[in-house]
């Protein structure tokens, strides 16, 4: 698994060229990555990177894979990693970007979820009625108020 997720997103068209469209043969894959096509074919085999596959089973590659297939001779001929360790960074990688990409969605979920809160609460605030007088505590007092209703005179 690369990571990629879905090549084509809302509102392209399908002939629209980005750089997950899988347009390039192993063989000008090799070289533009400078690569042997067996050494394509053994990345594909341990999952280093998957091109895309023709109706005839041919791999296709994007130029997203070009960019990947480089930077795995990088990591392998200049920094001395194995296949192995390679593959792992790769996944570590895509398992950030989908990390960041859930939190940004997340933090955008927070921000709306805020925005509706306050508007809310500005109509809460909207509602009260401003005929109302302020209360003001009065102090407790010891004294006692004894009410006795009036008594009707008998004519």
């Known amino acids: 698994m690369d990571g ?12 629209e060229l980005t750089e997950d469209t899988p347009v390039y043969v192993i063989s000008v894959a090799a070289q533009l990555s ?3 096509p067996q050494t394509l ?4 085999r341990l999952g280093l990177v998957s091109p895309d596959r023709a109706a005839g089973r041919g791999r296709r590659y994007s130029a997203r894979d070009i960019e990947l297939l480089r930077q795995v001779q990088q990591l392998s001929q200049d920094e001395g990693i194995n296949l192995a360790g390679i593959k792992r960074i790769i ?3 895509n398992q950030v970007a989908a ?3 859930r939190v940004a969605d997340m ?5 709306g979820a805020a925005t509706a809160m ?10 009260y009625r401003r005929d109302l007088v302020p209360y003001q505590e009065v102090q407790q007092t010891s004294a006692l ?5 009036k008594r009707q005179q008998s004519d």
């Open 4 to 15: 990629r997720g879905p090549r084509r997103r809302g509102g392209f068209s399908p002939y």
């Open 34 to 36: 400078g690569l042997h």
């Open 41 to 44: 074919r053994q990345y594909d």
């Open 91 to 93: 996944e570590l990688e």
């Open 99 to 101: 990390l960041q990409a």
């Open 107 to 111: 933090a955008d979920a927070l921000d």
């Open 118 to 127: 306050r508007q809310r609460e500005a109509a809460v605030h909207a509602s």
């Open 145 to 149: 108020v004894v009410w006795r209703p």
